[in-house]
Nanobody, 123 residues
């Protein structure tokens, strides 16, 4: 089992920046890829970004490409999401996720999820 805990959310003005963190604990040796998703009330959960085990290969949704950066520090068992040039439409609960199976990355499948952290961007 893997436990994930997000932090770093908050209220920021449009154009501002936030850095989210997700600390992993438990069977961390099993983790392959990690990702960030977001969700607003009444909408489906939306993929934001993902990173492979080594941290050298990253993926982004078109809506955040060029503004958000995902990174991973395996020594600290933590994945980060640096969010710049934030827009009101980025307002959501952001959750991190992890999965042990390499093939699941392409399928967008994650076995473990955090509870999420609220990000609110005011206009």
């Amino acid at each position: 089992q893997v436990q994930l805990m997000e932090s770093g959310g908050g209220l920021v003005q449009s154009g501002g920046s936030l850095r989210l963190s997700c600390a992993a604990s438990g069977s961390i040796f099993s983790i392959n890829h990690m990702g960030w998703y977001r969700q607003t009330p009444g909408k489906e959960r939306e993929y934001v970004a993902a990173v492979r085990r080594s941290g050298s290969i990253t993926y982004y949704a078109d809506s955040v490409k060029g503004r958000f950066t995902i990174s991973r520090d395996d020594a600290k068992n933590t994945v980060y999401l640096q969010m710049n040039s934030l827009k009101p439409e980025d307002t959501a609960v952001y959750s991190c996720a992890a999965d042990p199976i390499v093939a699941n990355l392409r399928l967008g499948i994650y076995a473990y999820w955090g509870l999420g952290t609220q990000v609110t961007v005011s206009s």
